[in-house]
């Protein structure tokens, strides 16, 4: 009887121990989680927290590989960037994504990489609305151009992928082809490797496209889908408060050119 206690002791210790002794890795990933999860449901996170939470990840990266260092820098900048659009303060926005773009061009210069391509192009997507009309003439198209190119490096990557589909998703309508978006959405679900914000993304672009095709009761059902994730979403929450019947379609497209892919 004694014996097992001392085992159970020792087995509880054991837990324990291994809660609270997480690798710098883990302890950066748990915290970067956070931190994106409290950005992406902004409706419901205040600017000290997001901040608070900022810091605390910053903090926790890894100096010592220049890489990584200068990469995962340039993901916090993009999320603090994304933050700010959110709740309206763009000239804070491009601040950060301009620091986020020079992280990534700094890992990029080291040694070229699919995620050091992809958190070059998801802030050059996100800046380009915010700049003048000379910036987002000569730099939007090279979203999906560095995209391919961390795809070149990495296939199964869905977020780079998922960047190339939104070219003809949310480009102005001479260029948009929704049917062909859709497609290629359901076959980044099918095959690619997505986490959270990757599935996310997809799901409220499939959300968007039929919602613009007026099939309102599909649309809901990937709104829904995108809810279970990050249900305090502002674009999301946008999309899901409109009344969907044809007497009372509103065209969203003005409100996506400004959030070209969130």
Not at 22 to 51: C, G, H, M, P
Not at 121 to 136: D, F, R, W
Not at 161 to 169: A, G, H, K, P, S
Request: aromatic letters at 12%; proline letters at 3%; a neutral charge.
């Amino acid at each position: 009887m004694k014996l097992q206690k001392f085992r159970l002791i020792i087995l509880l210790c054991f837990i324990l121990f291994s809660a609270t002794n997480l690798t710098a890795q883990e302890k950066f990933d748990e915290s970067y989680v956070e931190f994106r999860t409290a950005v992406y449901n902004s409706t419901k996170s205040t600017i000290n927290e997001i901040l608070s939470l900022y810091s605390k990840t910053v903090s926790l990266i890894d100096k010592k590989n220049l890489i990584e260092n200068y990469i995962k820098n340039s993901q916090c900048d993009y999320l603090m960037g994304m933050y700010h659009i959110d709740i309206l303060e763009n000239d804070k926005a491009i601040q950060y994504f301009e620091k986020s773009l020079d992280w990534a061009n700094k890992a990029i210069e080291i040694e070229p990489t699919a995620q050091g391509y992809l958190a070059y192009a998801e802030t050059l997507a996100q800046i380009c609305p915010l700049k003048p009309t000379s910036y987002l003439l000569a730099n939007a198209l090279k979203v999906p151009s560095i995209a391919k190119k961390a795809i070149k490096l990495d296939n199964r990557l869905g977020a780079a992928r998922y960047l190339v589909c939104c070219v003809i998703v949310y480009a102005p309508k001479p260029l948009k082809n929704l049917n062909k978006g859709e497609k290629r959405f359901k076959e980044i679900l099918k095959n690619d490797r997505l986490d959270e914000e990757d599935l996310f993304n997809v799901y409220k672009s499939l959300g968007y496209i039929y919602y613009q095709q007026k099939d309102f009761l599909e649309a809901d059902k990937w709104f829904d889908k995108a809810a279970k994730i990050y249900p305090h979403n502002k674009f999301l929450l946008s999309m899901q408060n409109r009344e969907y019947t044809k007497e009372s379609f509103v065209d969203v497209e003005p409100v996506i050119d400004t959030i070209l892919t969130e």
